[in-house]
């Protein structure tokens, strides 16, 4: 069974850096493209950052460009969001997701597995 299970999420305040974690089990990781999604109180759940299966490709939302760095190491079976210069409107439940590899996008409907999310809160 697929199982993905990020970590370090945490409060901080504006201004500050935090590193997600996303490790993945089950499946052949180098096989996926991964994304980090976020999902704020009453809002529909966006893609932030997707990384390719090799790495040599990504995407970031408008929202994150230039602050938040996505990497993926296949040895380790792990996906990562460097995120710094953090904003109050960072704050989200945030998600990792696998996909088949083929059509690169960072679309929520081409990912077929998701973690349960690690929470980021951004206080002013």
């Known amino acids: 069974q697929v199982q993905l299970v990020e970590s370090g999420g945490g409060s901080v305040q504006s201004g500050g850096s935090l590193r997600l974690s996303c490790t993945a089990s089950?499946?052949?990781?180098?096989?996926?493209?991964m994304g980090w999604f976020r999902q704020a109180p009453g809002k529909e759940r966006e893609g932030v950052s997707c990384?390719?299966?090799?790495?040599?490709?990504?995407y970031y939302a408008e929202f994150v460009k230039g602050r938040f760095t996505i990497t993926r190491d296949n040895a380790k079976n792990t996906l990562y969001l460097e995120m710094n210069s953090l904003q109050r409107d960072d704050t989200a439940m945030y998600y990792c997701?696998?996909?088949?590899?083929?059509?690169?996008?960072?679309?929520?409907?081409?990912?077929?597995?998701w973690g349960q999310g690690t929470q980021v809160t951004v206080s002013s």
């Open positions: 990384i390719n299966w090799r790495g040599t490709t990504t």
């Open positions: 997701a696998a996909g088949p590899r083929m059509l690169f996008s960072c679309l929520k409907s081409g990912y077929d597995y």
């Open positions: 089950e499946f052949t990781f180098s096989n996926y493209k």
